[in-house]
Each structure stands twice: as C-alpha cells, then as structure tokens.
C-alpha cells in the first residue's frame, strides 16, 4: 500500500471471490462446401434451419457437409462452420452497360470483410459492376434486381396502332429515339385517359410468346420493327386510338407501398425525383421455390449519396443494400449512364442534391438479372488452408467437437494432428470410406473397415473419434434418400450427453447413444463377432438393434495403447478439466509466488474438484502446490507448479451376471449369498 504522510484513512479492498469459471467444451466446428455464405469466415450455427438460410439448401454434390452439420445440430445448438470454395468460385454480377466483367481474375468477394477491404474495386473502371451477388455461387444467377422509380407509375402514348374494343391484346410499335424506350412486364396495370384499366397476362416479341421467360421486355427504337404485342387478362372494354395517353403501373410496383416520388430528404433541400425502391426476386425459383418469388425488398431509398433518413442513418440505395441485403452488393454508383439498360436515370453524386430527376417515359421499372456466379467443389488442400486450419488457434474460436464429414484419408489425419493435437482441448470425429460399407455384405463392408483403419488410416490419437459407418436418411429439401457419414451424428451425442449429465458420462449405450434420422444404416455389425473385430481397432459400432432403434455401442478413442484415455468419457473430462482450471489460472499471472498464492490456488482448484466428484467424474483427487514443487530453483525461473492428481470415473463396457441354483432346503448363507 502506499504510505501517507498526513492524518486519513485509506480503503483498500481486496477480491477473493475468484473462482473456476463454466467454460464452453459443446461447440462444434466445421469447414465444409456449401453453396451460400460468407466465405472463409467462422460463422456461429445454431440450428438446420439457419444453416441453410445462411448457408443454402443441401445439392447432389454438397450433401455429406450439409446433413453432417445438420445432424450435429440435431443434438447440439452451437456449430462454428467455415464455408469453403474451389479457387475458380465467383460471385454472380452485372455490369452497368448490362454485360459480366470481362477482366481477370475472377469477381469473388468472399464476406463482408472482404468486400470492406478489397470488393468495392469492382465497381470503378472499364469493367464496373452495378450489383454483385453476396458471395460466391451459382445461387446468384438466380438474383433480379428491380429498381423501382417513385410509386411505380410513368407515362406512355399508343404509337401507329389503335387499340379496338373487343381485342385481348394492344400492339406497341417504337417510334425513333431513345426517349421510346419502354419496359413492360406480366402483371402490369394499364390505365388510359378515359379511366380505362387492364392487366398484361402475356407479352410476345414479334409473335412469340415470351410471358413466360425471366426477363422484362422492352421495345427497339426504329420504325414498327421489333414490336411488342401486349397480351391482356380480358377483353379491351373501350377502343384507344392511336395517340392516345395511358399509364403503366408496374407489377413489381405493386409490392411498394409508397406512393411518393421524392424522399423528404431531397424536399428538405429543395430536390425532387430522387425516390427509388429496390425489390430483389428469384427469377428461377432456386431460392424462394417460386419463380419470380419475393427475396428481399427495400422501400423508398434515395438516388443522392449523402441522402439521410430521419435519424441520421444514410438512405442512399447503396449503403442501405450493403448494410441491410442477404444476397446483394452494390458496387457502381453510376446508374444514371444514358447508354446503359438503366437509362433514363440522372446521376447523383456526393456534391449534393440535385434540382430534378428525370425518368425515361415507359421506365417507370427497371431491372437486371446477375450472371456469371459460379462454385466449385474445394480440393482437400483448400479445405485445409482457407478452412480447416481456422480453428487451429485456441483463443481465436472455441470449439470442442469436429465431424469430420467425408473427410479424405489424407485430410482426416492432417486435422486431428494439427488442430486437435495441438489445441489440446477438442476431438475430432470420423467415420469410413462410403465405398466401404455401401452395397457391401457384411463381412466386406468389416474387412473394409479394418483395412482403412490399419492400413489407410493409421492414427493413434485420443482426440480422435472412429465409428462404423454411414446411414440412409431422408433429404427434405429435394425428396431423395441419401448417404450421410455418422460422424455428425456421434458428435451430436457427444453434445446432447453434457447437457443431459455431464461431459465426463459416455454417449454410447441405450441411455444416450440413440442415433437419429435414420432410415437404415448401410452396414449393420449386429454380431458379437463384427463389433469384436472392429471394438479391438477402436471403431466405434454403430448398431441396429430390433425394436430398440440405432445405437452407438462404444466409447473408444483411436488411442492404440491401453489406458484411461482410450474412451471418449476420460478424454472429455480431462479437457474439461484442464480448460476449466487452465482459464482460472491466467489471473495468477504476474502474482507473487508465495505461500500465500500457491494456497489461493489450491482453495480455487480444490473446490471445483470436490464438485466434478460428486457429479461422479472423478472417484478422487489430490492437489500439490507448495514448496515441495514451487523449490527455490523454480520460483527463480519465474515459474509456477501445480500437481493436479485425478481418479477419473470409468464407464461400464462389460457386465457379467452370475446366476446359481441351488436346492430347495439350502441357506443362501451357506452359498454365500
């Protein structure tokens, strides 16, 4: 304490309120192929639907990554995945001038990060794109943009033709000049002078049918050539003569809800024209299942830079789609360019709001659809670098349990070793080859298992977890039964076990070790003799018991030579343990190194142990941390030791029951009984 040299009191207050924290040891990690997501980021899961809301719907090459985070989900509420893509992924996009990007390499913006860092480059030079897809695939193709001009509504004229009454269709033919531009799609309202309205249900383009492609049509400039037939849901109730005035009120202006042209911010500064509202739609139906379906929308945005809304937040369309947007990025801030399939819209820039907007007559509603997006499956040394290796720094991300999926035989040892091996506080879980049990009779798909095991995959690791093999179960998304590794599910167990009782209970058995989803199992070691032979290479059967469903029937780690840490149960407390004990300890940092620390530390550690002992982890335990092992010699290196002893409680794998009959005037006293 520092010393006065006056009169007063001081207060000093001292805490000896630390104790042995609650640490996460549930949480999964995974690095796998899927078609949607931020990219090379650690992304917290906490359920099947959100995975695929984030990361996109299960595909015949994606399904093993998909079904094994979905089915550790299925028993736990906290995965940590890493989405990984081939190196020729790239996100989908558009052009101001309604062409992709020409250059190289190819457009990836592979999160939000890297759109901040790196991504907004895309939008400057010869080849500046307008939107760009979130990330990286093919499910952007899928993406249409609609820019929607105020309240949806512009003016147009019938052109040479008049309309008759009676007819189910109204011919549009161009004059000359780009001012004749018009856009038209199915659904919208047309309204006449005289009040007259009636809905497009069709278009066609020089006599054929193009209603039902996925693109809005439009008609060239240049004399009666290219021209649009517009097919009505009806009759034309009253004849239109050539000339006259009608407007067209846009199907996709019919999910805006405002009916304004211009923002209060432009009011506010004496500008006008600036509203737009931004509807993103599936053209295809790969997203929503619904062609044309709503994907996202967002109403009244501005077209001037340094546009605010009410509470100060920007309005201009681009910030609020980069902030707010699931599925687009918008790059170009030129969407006003003449020659551009945008025309008609004036350019706003950061000096300030401009007197007026101007709209293209006929284009009250524009829109692009994004090409060019594409993904590939990654090669193991992709999943390793951009993937895997995320979960190598302890401190970094916390994760304790790893599906390995269908990991390759020469990816799977490359974890364990890299990540489990050295962070020393998680396990990875694998399963064998799908060649090896399916379409197989029993006795090859176990001859093949023990081939892998011994030959292929030759790991002897107790932070490694090895089950027998795959099962059938049913993909909701596209109605088909596929094959699915069972790591994810062992896993799960491994999850669902500690919150049921504890990390050191074991997830094999009757009580906890019931499999989910399944349909069956692709190879079924029901005989004594298969899980003998697997049990003695530590594979974990997994086992299909009539009337009792699928079981997991081990709790071996892949840890060859004999001891406490060959299952699953002794591993998991032990991390528990020392991640528990290992975070209190950091605040004896820097501390004296006295009687008095070193019994700080055994009144932190002690109490803790007492409680894991009646959870029934550990049968008993001794604590050391006195002179006996802090000598003189190590307190001078700066060092502290504490000698943590444990019993750890061992799981039954091996029941024998002993039963005697004896005749009918025997004591049992004399049997001893």
Same mark, same amino acid.
């Given at each position: ?34 078609? &949607? ?310 350019? &706003? ?325």
């Amino acid at each position: 304490m520092a010393f006065r040299v006056s009169p007063g009191v001081s207060i000093k207050e001292t805490d000896l309120t630390t104790i042995v924290p609650a640490v996460a040891t549930t949480p999964g990690g995974f690095a796998g192929y899927f078609h &949607w997501g931020p990219v090379e980021e650690v992304t917290t899961v906490t359920n099947e639907k959100e995975l695929a809301n984030i990361f996109g719907k299960p595909s015949n090459v994606n399904y093993a990554d998909f079904f094994t985070v979905a089915n550790f989900l299925a028993y736990g509420n906290n995965m940590q995945v890493v989405r990984v893509t081939g190196s020729t992924g790239a996100n989908s996009q558009i052009k101001i001038d309604g062409t992709t990007h020409a250059g190289t390499p190819n457009v990836i913006i592979k999160n939000e990060t890297d759109f901040y860092a790196n991504g907004q480059t895309y939008g400057t030079g010869a080849n500046a794109i307008l939107f760009a897809g979130k990330y990286p695939g093919v499910l952007g193709n899928s993406l249409k943009v609609v820019l929607v001009n105020g309240s949806g509504t512009t003016g147009a004229t019938l052109t040479a033709v008049a309309a008759n009454q009676g007819q189910t269709y109204i011919e549009i033919h161009q004059g000359s000049g780009a001012a004749q531009v018009r856009y038209f799609s199915k659904g919208d309202d047309l309204t006449f002078v005289d009040g007259t309205t009636v809905t497009l249900s069709g278009i066609q383009r020089d006599g054929l049918d193009v209603s039902s492609s996925n693109f809005d049509f439009f008609g060239q400039t240049g004399g009666t050539s290219n021209s649009l037939r517009l097919v009505l849901d009806g009759y034309l109730p009253v004849g239109q003569a050539a000339g006259s005035t009608l407007t067209i009120k846009s199907a996709y202006a019919k999910q805006i809800s405002t009916t304004a042209t211009t923002t209060q911010f432009a009011a506010d500064n004496s500008g006008s024209g600036d509203l737009v509202s931004v509807i993103v739609l599936d053209k295809d139906g790969t997203l929503t299942g619904v062609q044309n379906g709503l994907v996202e929308k967002f109403e009244a945005l501005s077209r001037a830079s340094n546009a605010k809304k009410g509470d100060g937040s920007s309005n201009y369309y681009r910030d609020v789609l980069n902030d707010q947007s699931q599925y687009l990025w918008a790059l170009s801030a030129d969407i006003g360019s003449t020659t551009s399939r945008l025309a008609g819209y004036t350019l &706003w820039t950061a000096l300030g709001v401009p007197s007026s907007a101007t709209t293209t007559v006929g284009a009250g509603v524009n829109s692009v659809s994004l090409r060019a997006g594409s993904d590939v499956a990654p090669t193991d040394s992709i999943r390793w670098q951009n993937g895997w290796s995320k979960f190598v720094d302890a401190d970094g991300v916390d994760v304790s349990l790893l599906p390995l999926g269908n990991a390759s035989s020469t990816l799977a040892p490359i974890i364990v070793q890299n990540v489990c091996e050295k962070r020393l506080d998680c396990m990875a879980f694998l399963s064998p080859r799908q060649t090896d049990v399916e379409n197989t009779q029993s006795y090859q798909a176990l001859n093949n298992i023990k081939t892998y095991r011994d030959s292929v995959l030759n790991l002897n690791s107790s932070y490694a977890v090895m089950d027998s093999g795959w099962k059938y179960q049913l993909d909701t998304y596209n109605n088909i039964i596929r094959a699915v590794p069972l790591n994810g599910d062992i896993a799960g167990l491994v999850a669902r076990t500690e919150f049921t009782n504890d990390a050191w209970f074991s997830p094999a058995g009757y009580n906890r070790g019931q499999i989910k989803n399944v349909v069956k199992i692709l190879y079924n070691p029901a005989s004594d003799a298969h899980r003998d032979e697997l049990y003695t290479r530590q594979v974990n059967p997994v086992v299909s018991f009539p009337g009792d469903g699928v079981i997991l029937f081990g709790d071996k780690t892949m840890q060859t030579r004999p001891s406490a840490f060959d299952r699953i149960n002794v591993r998991r407390l032990f991390i528990v343990l020392e991640k528990a004990i290992a975070t209190a300890s950091k605040f004896f940092l820097f501390e004296q190194n006295d009687a008095f620390t070193r019994a700080q530390f055994k009144n932190l550690v002690v109490p803790f142990l007492r409680t894991v002992q009646q959870r029934r982890g550990i049968t008993d335990f001794k604590v050391v941390c006195d002179e006996t092992n802090n000598t003189g010699e190590v307190i001078d290196r700066n060092e502290f030791v504490a000698d943590i002893f444990i019993k750890p409680t061992r799981s039954i794998n091996f029941i024998q029951l002993n039963f005697v009959a004896t005749k009918t005037g025997v004591d049992f006293s004399e049997v001893g009984g």
